[in-house]
């Protein structure tokens, strides 16, 4: 049981380069839901997705695109790459929206703007 | 979601029990709370969660306090590899609930040898 997969684990980029990182999950989950987490911060909300077609924006959405196309995949787009973004990203999912459900997490995505 | 207030950091020594707290003044009748934990260098990993009453597994137990506004994560042995940052968050059980599912900092859990 894979759960949720995040490639790639390291990225450098240089600045105004775009790229995709990806999550997928194995699980049927209905939601899905991306994190960055910058040194000494906690977890902010970037966009999430409460099921295939449907996404809205979290915390912190400037800079990033997301689609969900299928339910098991939820690709995180930066559109033209900022050193602001240098971040540890992490995909999140669960079965449901609801709050009965627990999330599970991705290893993260270490990515460096330079 | 309804906000969540956590103490910055706390040590605890090995083998003892560790009680870290959480204050959630404006929770909903319709919030879990939510317990999860970072170790370094990895992915948030869930815990525990519950509503009302208090619940245990094997990693951990949650006390709920009655009015519902605080709650407790009780570890009843650290060991050294419960050294992690722990975040309280709240989940709307409604089912058309918005998801926008907000972390704050954590506690930092030390573990003293």
């Known amino acids: 049981n894979a759960g949720v997969t995040q490639t790639p684990k390291f990225q450098v980029l240089k600045t105004g380069q775009s790229m995709t990182l990806q999550c997928a999950q194995d699980?049927?989950?209905?939601?899905m839901s991306w994190y960055r987490q910058d040194p000494g911060m906690g977890l902010r909300l970037i966009h999430y997705?409460?099921?295939?077609?449907?996404?809205d924006q979290g915390e912190v959405p400037n800079g990033y695109n997301v689609s969900r196309s299928t339910t098991e995949d939820f690709p995180l787009r930066l559109l033209s790459a900022a050193p602001s973004q240098t971040s540890v990203y992490f995909c999140?999912?669960?079965?449901?929206?609801?709050?009965?459900?627990?999330?599970?997490f991705g290893s993260g995505t270490q990515l460096s703007v330079l | 979601d309804a906000k969540t207030t956590q103490p910055n950091s706390m040590e605890s020594n090995e083998e003892e029990p560790v009680h870290l707290p959480c204050n959630h003044s404006?929770?909903?009748?319709?919030?879990?709370i939510h317990w999860y934990r970072q170790l370094p260098s990895q992915g948030p990993e869930y815990v525990i969660h519950?509503?009302?009453s208090n619940v245990n597994n094997r990693m951990a137990s949650l006390a709920i306090a009655e009015d519902r506004k605080s709650s407790t994560l009780i570890l009843h042995r650290a060991t050294l590899r419960d050294a992690a940052v722990y975040y309280c968050?709240?989940?709307?059980?409604?089912?058309?609930?918005?998801?926008?599912?907000?972390f704050g900092k954590g506690i930092t859990l030390s573990v003293r040898p």
């Open positions: 999140a999912s669960s079965y449901a929206r609801g709050g009965n459900e627990k999330l599970f």
């Open positions: 699980m049927n989950h209905e939601y």
């Open positions: 997705s409460v099921g295939a077609g449907i996404t």
């Open positions: 404006t929770i909903s009748g319709t919030d879990y």
């Open positions: 519950g509503l009302t």
């Open positions: 968050i709240l989940r709307d059980g409604w089912s058309g609930a918005n998801s926008k599912l907000t």
